[in-house]
C-alpha cells in the first residue's frame, strides 16, 4: 500500500468579527463560519510536530480578527491562507469564509481561496 494523500481538516468553526463594507455593518460582530482544508506532505507521522495542528485555525482566524474591523471576506481568507500554507508540513490550503446574515433570502454567501505551497 501506498499513501497519496493526507488532509486535515476544519469545518464550520464558529467566531463573531467586525466586518463589513456597509455603514450598518461597522460598530457590531457578526457570525462567520470558517472551514479549511489541508493537504499535508506524505512523510511518516510518530507525533504532533509532524502534523498540522488544526486548532491553529481558530488561533489564526482570532488574531486577524483582533485586529479590527475587516472589510471583506475576501481579505479575512486570503490573510488566513497565506498564513495557514507558510505552516510546516501543508502543501496546500483551501480556506472558506461564510457570512450567513450576508443575504436575507440565502442560506450561505461567502468565498473560498486556494494557496499552494511554492
Known amino acids: 500500500m501506498t499513501l497519496t494523500s493526507r488532509r486535515v481538516f476544519v ?3 464558529k467566531v463573531e468579527a467586525g466586518i463589513g463594507i456597509y455603514d450598518h455593518e461597522h ?3 457578526q457570525p462567520l463560519i470558517i472551514d479549511a482544508v489541508f493537504d499535508l506532505d506524505l512523510h511518516e507521522i510518530h507525533g504532533l510536530k509532524d502534523t498540522l495542528n488544526y486548532e491553529l485555525v481558530g488561533q489564526i482566524a482570532r488574531e486577524f480578527i483582533a485586529r479590527g474591523h475587516i472589510k471583506l471576506v475576501e481579505t479575512l481568507a486570503e490573510d ?3 498564513t495557514l500554507v507558510a505552516l510546516p508540513h ?4 483551501e480556506v ?3 457570512k450567513p446574515e450576508a443575504l436575507s433570502d440565502a442560506d450561505q ?3 473560498c481561496v486556494v ?3 511554492d
Open 109 to 111: 454567501a461567502g468565498v
Open 27 to 29: 460598530g457590531r460582530v
Open 90 to 93: 501543508v502543501r496546500r490550503v
Open 11 to 13: 469545518k464550520g468553526l
Open 96 to 98: 472558506s469564509v461564510i
Open 115 to 117: 494557496f499552494t505551497r
Open 80 to 82: 488566513m491562507a497565506r
